[in-house]
């Protein structure tokens, strides 16, 4: 049996092109007008043609 750490069989996998995600954890948002904000978002971008907003 050959034994080989995490690390070193991710850098041997990436020399090789192959990778794996890491696992990505998801939390809800605490803000409580989260639901209006893509709302009021839409509706800006309706009212204000040709404008570019980043968010």
């Known amino acids: 049996m ?3 750490g995490r690390t070193a069989l ?6 090789r ?3 794996f995600p890491r ?3 998801w939390m809800e948002s605490p803000d409580a007008d989260r639901e209006a904000k893509p709302e ?5 971008l309706d009212r204000f043609l ?3 907003f980043a968010l």
């Open 10 to 15: 991710r850098c041997l996998l990436a020399r």
């Open 23 to 25: 696992t990505k954890t």
């Open 40 to 44: 009021r978002i839409e509706e800006v």
């Open 2 to 4: 050959i034994r080989i």
């Open 50 to 52: 040709g404008r570019v």
């Open 17 to 19: 092109g192959i990778a």
